[in-house]
T-cell receptor, first 114, second 116 residues
């Protein structure tokens, strides 16, 4: 069975600092991996996704993530945090066709200090 | 395009009352989903639909029913609300892309439900 673990329910960084949100997964087949972002009182929106091919995936708003099969990780990074990045971030894994096979992590809330 | 919309945005129910949450999408997506979001637990799938007239159970279906009579609408019903159903409910939709093994889910803004 697949699972997703996000390390740290809360992460705080200073504006301009590196953002690193950690995600580890388990899957019995080559997974499809996602990061979604949720701003206050809004639904989730896709930041980036990995399906096949290049393991470094670039998303919106300057975020990127690298699929590391040997470490079963898909960590999300951004070189320089902006106040507008404050939100909750969800990592998700899927083993098959259809969103009904997608499992979401518990989420990491990112705080950005001025 | 409005994307995915949800009605209502917020509702307070008493234990035992019933209600229906409405989800509508204008992207002609085949798949639709209902999730609940609880603190520290991420999103959990309640029910989903892979097409008009078809529905299936997700991870936490007990106490909920759904219907998809039209492709663009997906209704979530609570027949007899319980305090444990206090949550934020999200609807999502997706389209299985041609040649693409996985598709992106598009989420609505959510419905906050409080059951007293």
């Amino acid at each position: 069975a697949q699972s997703v673990t996000q390390l740290g329910s809360h992460v705080s960084v200073s504006e301009g600092a590196l953002v690193l949100l950690r995600c580890n997964y388990s899957s019995s087949v080559p997974p499809y991996l996602f990061w979604y972002v949720q701003y206050p009182n809004q639904g989730l929106q896709l930041l980036l996704k990995y399906t096949t091919g290049a393991t470094l995936v670039k998303g919106i708003n300057g975020f990127e993530a690298e699929f590391k099969k040997s470490e079963t990780s898909f960590h999300l990074t951004k070189p320089s945090a902006h106040m507008s990045d404050a939100a909750e971030y969800f990592c998700a894994v899927s083993e098959g066709t259809g969103g009904f096979k997608t499992i979401f992590g518990a989420g990491t809330r990112l705080f950005v200090k001025a | 395009n409005a994307g995915v919309t949800q009605t209502p945005k917020f509702r307070v129910l008493k234990t035992g009352q019933s209600m229906t949450l409405l989800c509508a999408q204008d992207m002609n997506h085949e798949y639709m989903y209902w999730y609940r979001q609880d603190p520290g637990m991420g999103l959990r799938l309640i029910h989903y639909s892979v097409g008009e007239g078809t529905t299936a159970k997700g991870e936490v279906p007990d106490g909920y029913n759904v219907s998809r009579l039209k492709k663009q609408n997906f209704l979530l019903g609570l027949e007899s609300a319980a305090p444990s159903q206090t949550s934020v409910y999200f609807c999502a939709s997706s389209y299985p892309g041609q040649g693409s093994f996985q598709e992106t889910q598009y989420f609505g803004p959510g419905t906050r439900l409080l059951v007293l």
